[in-house]
């Protein structure tokens, strides 16, 4: 059973840092991309960073580029973001996500970040 687990939302003053972390389990971690997505209220959701399956590859939205770094731990089963910078438009549900190499998409339940002062 795939299983994966956000945590390390919160409430932040802009200008700040957040690192969310995902646990994964249930599936060979090590060969599925993984991403994370966000999706404000009233707004679709939207991708925000993506790694392959060895970390070589990342890739972001340009909206987060210099701010967020992506980064994942094979051994651990975890995939990180770390988010500097922090913005009221970062304002979202975080969402993890395990791609597998069929293209099937696995979903956390989402940690809500709150940017505000």
């Known amino acids: 059973q795939v299983q994966l687990v956000e945590s390390g939302g919160g409430l932040v003053q802009p200008g700040g840092s957040l690192r969310l972390s995902c646990a994964a389990s249930g599936f060979t971690f090590s060969i599925y991309a993984m991403s994370w997505y966000r999706q404000a209220s009233g707004k679709e959701r939207e991708l925000v960073a993506r790694?392959?399956?060895?970390?070589?590859?990342?890739n972001y939205a340009d909206s987060v580029k210099g701010r967020f770094t992506i980064s994942r731990d094979n051994a651990k089963n975890t995939v990180d973001l770390q988010m500097n910078s922090l913005k009221p438009e970062d304002t979202a549900v975080y969402y993890c996500n395990a791609n597998s190499p069929r293209d099937v998409d696995y979903w956390g339940q989402g940690t809500q970040v709150t940017v505000s002062s």
């Open positions: 790694i392959n399956g060895f970390g070589r590859s990342t």
